[in-house]
């Protein structure tokens, strides 16, 4: 990154112009600071408070609006812990946001949004080379900004994804995004719920007792499942025929899949112990994590869902512990928008069809908060080679961040059978990455931390996660890295 400002330093800004972020979320926040920590002068354009969207509540910079997890922070055995770690070797705003706000949630990294989100604020805020400007871009950004990175999310203005539908000629693609209910904790009863983290793990800044547990046996599980599936839902006629996004699918949709679904999925009670009751196995267990720095709020985990607010408060009373919840928010759903990023942009995340133009986050095709801000990283760093002149390459594909690029301009169409046609928003794993050889598990191997055995599978996830540190390291250090030291 020193020798990227370094260069950019030798440009007076008078005689160029900044670098445009259309979006104040977690890629175009992300995709700001890259830039100015490279030494580029950039203009961070976000409509709130001037324009509102149907999810945010504030006018804070990368404000989450759904979950308030960034998930599994393991960064040797999950593919997302393991962008979490190369996201912080490349200097990540939302990283070290994220780590400084941090609360308790088992192996996941989980974080109090609002000091979160006001850490992003107060830091591009301070920024010399970092303008914000409050203010809707309505349409195609004016001709005369010569680089722009569009990092507008799910919930690109009508106008804005109207006019990207224009200029490249493909239809507009689409699916819902659910919001999880947020319950006060003085109203859980915990004579009944329990704290402890499944296989009381403990994560960061955890304890192994990070998750409040609402057990149910089989009577109460189904009295629930048939509340959720008779509850009135909120009906979108408009969008009815949009697909939703498997990894964020509203709980009534998952307990339409079948009756034991939800408790396979995010009510199974594997790895939980009642306190209370600990020689009575629960037959499902809904789980709630905190999510303020208090602990005065938590939302309830993979409860997503498109119940009218009525239904919510009677249907999520009838679990054991919540009777008399009292939420601080209910669930709600609001639509994304993505592009047909394979087709529509080249290896650099540049529109083919007006190369001015660069996407970031979740209107690529990423899902996911860090997902979303790697590829406002990804973005940031390739607009700011782009600014002073020089050659870039990408991250290696060996690596989560060169994995996802791949996903989002291309790569998987590689594997047999895939389309373009196909293509949909998709979180980071390990089937992205190019594989690795295995023979074993390893001989007479140290006892794992979190107490799993070692099997073929982990031992793999365990080389392709060394391999992409090292790879990494190495681009960071190459003169053909985004940004060389």
Known sequence: MAQLASLAKDMTTSSRDPVHVVGGGLAGSEAAWQL???????????????????????????????????????????????????MRRCGSLVMASADAHKLPAGGALAVDRDLFSARVTAALEAHTLVQIARGEVAGLPPGDWRSVIVATGPLTSPALAEEIGALTGEEELAFFDAIAPIVHLEAIDMSVCWRQSRYDKVGPGGTGADYINCPLNQAQYDAFINALLAGEKTAFKDFEKTPYFEGCLPIEVMAERGRDTLRYGPLKPVGLTNAHRPDEKPYAVIQLRQDNALGTLWNMVGFQTKLKYAEQVRVFRMIPGLENAEFARLGGLHRNTFLNSPILLDETLRLKAQPRLRFAGQVTGVEGYVESAAIGLIAGRFAAAEWVGRATSAPPPTTALGALL?????????????????????????????????ERRPKHPEPRPDGRRWTKALARKTAMSARALTDLDDWLGSKHSIAAE
Do not use: W, Y
């Not at 969207?53 to 922070?73: I, M």
């Not at 960064?75 to 997302?80: I, L, P, W």
């Not at 301009?409 to 980071?428: A, C, K, Y």
């Open 406 to 438: 791949a996903h989002i301009t291309g790569g998987h169409l590689s594997i047999e059978g895939s389309s373009s046609r196909s293509f949909q928003p998709m979180n980071v794993n390990f089937g992205l990455f190019p594989p690795v050889t295995v």
């Open 36 to 86: 100015a920590k490279a030494g580029v002068p950039v203009i961070l354009h976000e409509m709130r408070p001037e324009r509102g969207t149907e999810a945010h509540k504030t006018d804070g910079l990368a404000e989450l609006v759904c979950s308030n997890s960034f998930r599994s922070d393991d960064a040797e055995t999950n593919a997302v812990g393991l962008l979490h770690e190369e």
